[in-house]
């Protein structure tokens, strides 16, 4: 089936240094969507981005969405410690109209 | 204050006890939907609905139903609970599917012994 993959898993930082997830998907996208979920949180939105090659900043934070539209990046410049948490992105696939998650990112960011 | 509001919490519960999860959204959404996130699986869909008494099966939607009577409400039911379905449940909803941001609720840490 569609499927969204997230990698890493899991990533542990030192405070300062940068930190990026990747998000792909078997199928073609028709936007992405990307949330952050704070340890005891829940997923909270932090943008999405629609067009091929379109790439979005907040801050410190880059969201990237590939040519294809089949991937995705979130980077994160000098990671502080209050970046750690889950991050998911979410793919919207075009032929069936379904949001797709990605399993997730943890971030653990050392002071 | 927009928000999505899911009760309980917490809750621990015995293998076949039915039981219900509230959610309620005071934002007019259309779109409504329930997930489950445990470790390494990430959001699953259980079930979401488009508009009232309109509902559909997510990814995972066996051992629960829904019902969307109103448009604020979407209740997550849970006719015979069985331990597989202890994990974290999260309400969300926006104004469309898909294309808009979706709201979670807080969650509910649901334990089936």
């Known amino acids: 089936g569609q499927q969204v993959m997230q990698i890493p898993q899991y990533q542990h930082v030192q405070e300062g240094e940068d930190f990026t997830t990747y998000c792909n998907s078997s199928?073609?996208?028709?936007?992405i969507q990307w949330y952050k979920q704070r340890p005891g949180g829940h997923p909270v939105f932090l943008i999405q981005?629609?067009?091929?090659?379109e790439v979005k900043k907040q801050k410190r934070l880059t969201f990237q969405f590939g040519e294809a539209k089949k991937n995705s990046s979130l980077h994160i410049t000098a990671t502080q410690t209050t970046d750690v948490g889950t991050y998911f992105c979410a793919g919207l696939t075009g032929a069936t109209n379904k949001l797709i998650f990605g399993t997730g990112t943890l971030l653990a960011v050392q002071p | 204050e927009a928000q999505v509001t899911q009760n309980p919490r917490y809750l621990i519960t015995v293998t076949g006890k039915k039981l219900t999860v509230t959610c309620s959204q005071n934002?007019?959404?259309?779109?409504m939907s329930w997930y489950r996130q445990d470790p390494g699986l990430g959001l699953r869909q259980i079930y979401y609905?488009?508009?009232?008494?309109?509902?559909d099966k997510g990814d995972v939607p066996e051992g629960y139903k829904v019902s969307r009577k109103e448009k604020r409400n979407f209740p997550l039911i849970l006719e015979s609970p069985s331990p597989n379905q202890t994990s974290l449940y999260f309400c969300a909803s926006s104004s469309d599917r898909g294309y808009s941001p979706l709201h979670f609720g807080n969650g509910t840490r649901l334990t089936v012994t």
């Open positions: 609905s488009m508009n009232v008494e309109v509902t």
């Open positions: 199928t073609t996208l028709s936007n």
């Open positions: 981005l629609v067009k091929s090659g």
């Open positions: 934002m007019n959404h259309e779109y």
